[in-house]
Every structure is written in structure tokens, then in C-alpha cells.
């Protein structure tokens, strides 16, 4: 699934790409390498994001992207960036059957109409969700009508994408790809358990620093998405308030989950629940389909303490998923047995990764 706010080269020319999804504490990237029909994992590394207030400048982006190519060893200049749920839209909405450059006019046009918010100066791309087998053309006929198609639409500020393209350029690397960090931990999915993402209602949280997403998957196509307001960070300093400690002990032991303080944490990962509850309750009465499982990413869903507290919540199964089981992996010593923990974290990354190349 890509939906890129600018294509770069040739496809058949990328080899190897750095990947970086932009976080609201901590920027991940990858360094992958296309090797026939392999996907290889060479290196990752997470590094603290820049600090900043509203909006990030081109200059501090311009630095931090030269730090994670340095921390990255990149020899490709080609980049692709994954952006942060506070500055894309991302929606599904019904076009007529035109082509996606069309599509992308007429959003630009209607944004109102189709969007339900004014949004000039956007600019905006389009994927197309390929027709379930079940359409029957006859039913197609019956109805009288031209069917529409399922699109999935993502708006970005057309000044916040010539921003992003200055800074890489200005570090010396070569903007290929910009997309929504949304749907990362889709692609990412569909590359790890294609027999889940095909055939079962799934919904796939993703919990960052200051948001959550929850996207709720049936039978491969996407038809909930939602932004919640409660992220890792949320959840970390609730607990530092609720213990009288510093947030970077509430930190470990909210990972490293201590029964005895289990009451505290759990305070705080119920309105998550609750929030995350509301839309898998709108998605079964509106499909009349109930979701069989919950896969959780991000650096909250390192703790099985919350994973059982999230279960608790939504009365569904709800597990963590390493994004990087379905690559070959070529990382060195001490990354390669770092992986498994940290794979959680780059699911946005890997699933980025998977609409460039």
C-alpha cells in the first residue's frame, strides 16, 4: 500500500534505502537492501527525535537526518520519510472510477465534500483498494448505477513536504519517498502474516509517544482508522505522578513491569482501552463482524503487563508482532540480538519501506 506525497526514481533502480519514521520522542530507522526477490534488514538504529515546539525547523531536521544516516553507516542516499499522525490525514472515502491523478484533482477541488473540512494548500494521493471477489457484476447492473471505488485518501500541507524535501536534500541525501507513518504498520503486516491479514478481521494498534492509532483490517482492506489522544508519554507520566518519581524510573518500570505497582499503571492504560473499546464497537455493528484479534506495536507494547491490561480492556486477544520476521536479516553482533525486542518499535519504518520499494 503506498501512498507517497512524492514519488522518486525508477523502481527498478532501488537497491538499498534508509527509511526514517519521524517520532514524537524517538526518530527509528532502517537501512534495507533489495536482493532479488529478498527484502534484507542491515541495519537499524533509534535515536532521540529533536526538540522542538510546534513545528520542526528545516535546519534542526536537516541535522538530525545527517545524525541517522551517520548512526545508520548509509551508503544509499535515497530516503524514504515516514511522517507523524499530527501533520497527515489519512481517509477512506467512495471516487468515481477515473485515474488516481484525476482523483488526486478532485480532492483538491472538493476537499469539503469528500473530506468534511476545508484544506487549501494540500496536497494529496490516493490509493485504490483492489474490488473484493465477492462484487457481482450483475449486481453492478441490477443497481443502475456506476459503482464507486474504495479509496483510501492521505492530505499533507504542500509547504510541510517542500520543507521535508529542503532538509533532506540539505543533508546531502536524496528525497525518494514522504508517506504517511499510518500505514507502515499496515504493510508491514500484510508482509509478516499474509494468512491473517487475507482471511480475519484484525485490528492493529500502534501506540507512539503522544498518539495511538488503531486500524481495524477486514479480510485485507482497510476500513477503520482512527487517531487516539493517548500515547506512550501519557502513560508514563501518569505513572512518575502516581508514584512521586522521575519520568525516566516511571519509564523502565513501565516496561519492566513490577506486580506490586500494577493498580498505578493500570489507571492509566484504561482510558487507552476504553478509546480503543469505542472503535472496535463501531466497526462489529457497522460489519456485523467481530474482530478475532488485536496486534500491538510500539514502545508500550514491549510490557506484557499492558498487553494483559489492553486484553482485559477490549475482551479480545491482544499480542505484540515483530514487523521484521518476514525480512532476512544482515545486521551486525550486538543488533542481531537486540532485534527481537526492539522489533516492535519499527513497524512504521519496515511497513514505509514496503511502499518504496
Same mark, same amino acid.
Given at each position: 500500500m503506498a501512498l507517497p506525497f512524492i514519488n522518486g526514481i525508477s523502481r527498478s533502480k532501488r537497491a538499498q534505502m534508509m527509511v526514517v519514521d519521524l517520532g514524537g520522542r524517538t526518530t527509528k530507522a532502517v537501512l534495507l537492501e533489495r536482493r532479488g526477490e529478498l527484502?534484507?534488514?542491515?541495519?537499524? @538504529?533509534?535515536?532521540?527525535?529533536?526538540?522542538? %515546539? #510546534? #513545528?520542526?525547523?528545516?535546519? $534542526?531536521?536537516?541535522?538530525?537526518l545527517r545524525a541517522v544516516a551517520v548512526a545508520l553507516g548509509s551508503e544509499t542516499k535515497l530516503v524514504t520519510l515516514a511522517v507523524g499522525l499530527d501533520d497527515t490525514v489519512v481517509r477512506q472515502v467512495e471516487l468515481p472510477q477515473i485515474p488516481v491523478d484525476e482523483m488526486r484533482m478532485v480532492l483538491k477541488n472538493n476537499t469539503k465534500g469528500y473530506l468534511q473540512q476545508d484544506m487549501p494548500n494540500y496536497v494529496f494521493d490516493c490509493y485504490v483498494f483492489p474490488p473484493k471477489q465477492s462484487t457481482k457484476p450483475a449486481d453492478v447492473l441490477k443497481a443502475g448505477t456506476i459503482p464507486k471505488l474504495k479509496v483510501l485518501v492521505a492530505g499533507m500541507k504542500q509547504q510541510l513536504v517542500d520543507d521535508f524535501q529542503t532538509a533532506i536534500r540539505d543533508a546531502g541525501l536524496t528525497p525518494?519517498?514522504? @508517506?504517511?507513518?499510518?500505514?507502515?504498520?499496515?504493510?508491514?503486516?500484510?508482509?509478516?502474516?499474509? %494468512?491473517?491479514?487475507?482471511s %480475519?478481521?484484525?485490528? $492493529?494498534?500502534?501506540?507512539?509517544?503522544?498518539?495511538?492509532?488503531?486500524?481495524?483490517?477486514?479480510?485485507?482492506e482497510l476500513v477503520l482508522s482512527r487517531v487516539v489522544n493517548i500515547g506512550g508519554d501519557q502513560l508514563?507520566?501518569?505513572?512518575?505522578?502516581? *508514584?512521586?518519581?522521575?519520568?525516566?524510573?516511571?519509564e523502565g518500570i513501565k516496561v519492566g513491569m513490577a506486580p506490586e505497582v500494577q493498580g498505578m499503571l493500570e489507571s492509566q492504560v484504561q482510558p487507552l482501552g476504553r478509546e480503543l473499546r469505542a472503535s472496535l464497537d463501531f466497526f462489529e455493528h457497522q460489519q456485523d463482524r467481530?474482530?478475532?484479534?488485536?496486534?500491538?506495536?510500539?514502545?508500550?507494547?514491549?510490557? %506484557? *503487563?499492558?498487553? +494483559? *491490561?489492553l486484553?482485559?480492556?477490549?475482551? @479480545?486477544?491482544? #499480542?505484540?508482532w515483530n514487523p521484521?520476521?518476514?525480512l532476512q536479516l544482515a545486521l551486525p553482533g550486538q543488533q542481531a540480538v537486540e532485534i527481537e525486542h526492539?522489533?516492535? +518499535?519499527?513497524? @512504521?519504518a519496515v511497513g514505509a519501506a514496503l511502499a518504496s520499494f
Open positions: 527484502l534484507v534488514l542491515n541495519r537499524f @538504529v533509534l535515536l532521540d527525535a529533536p526538540i522542538y %515546539e #510546534k #513545528k520542526i525547523s528545516v535546519e $534542526l531536521l536537516t541535522e538530525h525518494d519517498h514522504i @508517506v504517511p507513518g499510518l500505514i507502515g504498520p499496515l504493510n508491514a503486516f500484510e508482509l509478516a502474516l499474509p %494468512e491473517m491479514f487475507a %480475519e478481521s484484525v485490528a $492493529l494498534v500502534d501506540i507512539g509517544f503522544k498518539h495511538a492509532s488503531v486500524c481495524v483490517m477486514d479480510r485485507g508514563t507520566t501518569g505513572l512518575a505522578d502516581a *508514584m512521586n518519581i522521575t519520568y525516566a524510573e516511571a467481530a474482530v478475532s484479534h488485536v496486534y500491538v506495536t510500539g514502545g508500550s507494547a514491549r510490557s %506484557e *503487563m499492558i498487553l +494483559q *491490561m486484553r482485559s480492556e477490549l475482551i @479480545v486477544d491482544c #499480542k505484540t521484521t520476521a518476514s526492539i522489533g516492535p +518499535q519499527l513497524s @512504521v
